[in-house]
């Protein structure tokens, strides 16, 4: 009993410092909302009780999901990379390495969303027919490109660090492919390949690539997990411009 008293103690500790932290985090927000609503709108929040709820929702799930990546995310993406690392075979590295890619991004709610609205749009300007089958085909079409360019972009990333390549050259030769591109693509593709860049690196990628690399560097001999480890997420962020823009020249060209 008076370990379970113990554990107990424990985790409400560790969850009020969490929720603790999770305010910090989101009180400039609240302070720039509270501002422009009292201070130059000068009108009471519209379902004022709504938003209150709302907000303690936020709290509580940013403290959640940030427990989550502590105990699970992050220990589960180092872990695999040194078991891999440490079998030696290069080929199920590699496997790895784009299959978490893709399959991370394939789930992120931020490429969902982008998706789905980009589809709804490109339909009301007749780009595509306005049916929900070919909606949904277009935005399956637009995640599946951004997925495979980051299980594309991971894939480098690793040969990067295992291979020791200068991470400079390949982060300026891939602005200079997305610059060549931009001039192809058709300018209905452009500005959605730009922002697909960002909604890669959310919140289901970002902890597990981050983890990917520096469990790589932290096991591969010669490699320093500060200065190889990370760089993985500017590759995921660079090739998702490119093949959108390259989807977009097939779709729309």
Known sequence: MTDRLYA???????????????????LPIVLVIGFFQLVVIRQPLP???EVVVGSILVVIGLSMF?????????????????ALARKGSLVWLLLFSFLLGFSTT??????????????????KSDLIEATASAISSYAMGLRISVACSVGVAILVGTLRIIRGWPIHY????????????TVFAPPEIIGIAYDAGGV?????????????GVGLASIIKGRDPLVDGFGLIAFASLLPMVFVMGYGIIIFG
């Open 8 to 26: 107990i103690k424990i985790f409400s500790k560790a969850a009020a410092g969490k929720l603790l932290s999770s305010c910090r985090d989101l």
């Open 47 to 49: 379902n004022f009780a």
């Open 66 to 82: 940030v427990q989550g990546l502590e105990m699970a995310l992050f220990p589960i993406g180092e872990t695999l990379a040194q």
């Open 106 to 123: 394939i789930a992120e709610p931020a490429l969902i969303a982008v998706a789905r609205e980009s589809g709804e749009i490109a339909a």
């Open 170 to 181: 390949l982060i300026i030769g891939g602005y200079v492919m997305v610059m060549v591109m």
């Open 200 to 212: 890669t690196t959310s919140t289901v990628t970002v902890p597990l690539v981050a983890a990917l």
